[in-house]
């Protein structure tokens, strides 16, 4: 560990304020970011670094920044703490940086915020961290001779070596700790973080998508108590199930979310819920998924072990691939269904597995259409963490109106088949549906078309008044063609 410091600085002004960065001056961890990234990026390297544990955190850090350096542009700041260290700045007070964080990853932060006097961070093997940063901030401003923001426990040796001890993102329980060690410490911020960002990473709002598990009972007429409790049970381990692939999504997916204007709000790239904490929920998701799913039929497991195993291949690797994304995007759909007729045993036509692909397959269609819409005119490159293109955008609204067509033009031949008759009294009430479906569809190609779309199309269509009451009317013609 070296730094530079500048000694007539220090005697012209008051003493300097050192920072820590991870969960202080940035709202993340970055070790924990490098390493999710570079498991991404590269997992045997991932692999081999984390290896290096044995010869202790100072080696395991120095070998994940061999590989990689995250991108600190787009990393939450607390603004609390950036305040601060603007109103040291205006006094003349020197600022320092000091972390236990690699040197390269804590270099890169210090340029892109800027500002810095310097940096304190783990080097050749030492782990900068706890004591040990105390005895360097020591050794370079003397006893009492800096002022520290930090936000942990493991702070508590500087903040004890320091004149003020100032913390940020601290909770009332821990302040009272602090101020016992430290009586004049002083909250920035407090962490008001609470329940909600949790829920929000959940996403509970997508669970409006496994109401796609009722369409066989809706197909096949099967409304007996035992089918609709059969099916409670489907939807509540689909949606713990869902949640679950989400929290892994949103994390692998870090990077590319801080880029976007309306993901960056996300629980894990705004930082607000660290990505410990989402692993672990994590395992409480999937687990409560699993346990519910052993009350179903074997063949339902194995549908959402499918689930679960597309997702993961989504989030990792086939959302980067060109037109290979929204097929997969179709299948989750369609597994969904699948998995509605494995739990209750009611079979699925061809119809309604022809008429459910290219429905699906459309709306995936939007949901990448009002992306390529929403990057910024300048940028002419891929979408990040996308395999698409602006220059796509005609060919994608092509696709998206020519799977949604085929949708009903399946619907619109099921409508004439033989089968139908066994199921409706009046099924030529049904080409209403055929109606309303052109409606609707084109209404969302338009909207998608001028940019007023939503990026998830199944929100948009339960949180849009027009999409609300098309649906209403196509369940009028249906109970009348019944």
């Keep these: 560990m070296q730094v530079e410091l500048d000694q007539d600085a220090l005697v012209a002004s008051d003493v300097p304020l050192v920072v820590d960065l991870d969960g202080t001056l940035v709202k993340v961890d970055t070790l924990h970011e490098s390493f999710v990234q570079l498991l991404v990026d590269q997992p045997f390297a991932a692999l081999r670094a984390l290896h290096k544990l044995k010869q202790g955190r100072g080696a395991f850090k120095a070998a994940l920044a061999e590989y990689i350096v995250p991108d600190m542009t787009a990393v939450p700041l607390d603004q609390s703490v950036m305040e601060h260290i603007g109103q040291a700045r205006l006094s003349g007070r020197q600022v320092y940086l000091a972390t236990a964080a690699d040197r390269r990853i804590a270099q890169r932060v210090a340029d892109v915020v800027g500002g810095f006097d310097g940096v304190f961070a783990s080097e050749n093997g030492t782990n900068l961290k706890g004591q040990a940063k105390a005895d360097a901030l020591v050794a370079a401003f003397g006893a009492q001779g800096f002022d520290y923001i930090g936000n942990d426990a493991v702070d508590m040796p500087v903040w004890q070596a320091a004149r003020s001890a100032l913390a940020t993102g601290c909770s009332a329980r821990f302040m009272r700790r602090l101020n016992d060690a430290h009586p004049r410490a002083v909250l920035l911020s407090a962490n008001a973080a609470g329940v909600g960002p949790y829920i929000r990473a959940l996403r509970p709002h997508q669970w ?42 949103d994390i692998l997916d870090l990077p590319h979310d801080r880029a976007h204007p309306e993901k960056r709000h996300r629980p894990f790239a705004a930082g607000v819920v660290p990505l410990k904490h989402g692993l672990g929920l994590f395992a409480v998701m999937a687990g409560l998924s699993l346990g ?20 993961m291949a989504y989030a990792t690797l086939l959302k980067r691939k060109l ?24 079979g699925l036509s061809d119809w309604l597995v022809g008429f459910c692909f290219f429905m699906f397959l459309s709306l995936a269609l939007v949901k990448r259409g009002t992306e390529l819409i929403a990057q910024p005119a300048a940028e002419t490159g891929a979408l990040k963490g996308r395999g698409y293109r602006p220059a796509d955008l005609p060919i994608v609204h092509a696709l998206t109106v020519a799977s949604g067509l085929v949708a009903i ?74």
């Excluded at 099967?222 to 999504?249: K, M, P, R």
């Excluded at 799913?293 to 997702?311: D, I, K, Q, R, V």
């Excluded at 699948?338 to 209750?344: C, D, F, H, K, N």
Aim: glycine share 8%.
């Design 323 to 346: 037109m290979i994304d929204v097929v997969a995007l179709a299948a989750l759909y369609g597994i969904r269904v699948l998995a509605g007729g494995a739990a209750t045993g009611i």
């Design 292 to 311: 519910t799913a052993l009350m179903l039929p074997w063949l339902f497991l194995l549908a959402l072990g499918s689930y679960f195993a597309l997702s």
């Design 409 to 482: 033009l399946v619907l619109a031949l099921y409508i004439n088949s033989p089968e139908v008759r066994f199921l409706y009294s009046r099924p030529e009430l049904l080409w209403g549906m055929c109606l309303m479906l052109v409606y609707w569809l084109g209404r969302a190609f338009l909207l998608t078309g001028r940019g007023e779309m939503r990026q998830d199309p199944v929100i948009f269509a339960v949180t849009d008044r027009n999409s609300l009451i098309t649906g209403a009317v196509v369940a009028a013609i249906f109970l009348l063609a019944v």
């Design 208 to 249: 409006l998508k496994n109401l796609l598990l009722a369409l066989p009972v809706v197909a096949g007429h099967d409304y007996s108590l035992a089918t609709l409790v059969t099916v409670i049970i489907a939807f509540v381990s689909f949606s713990l199930g869902a949640s679950s692939v989400y929290l892994v999504n």
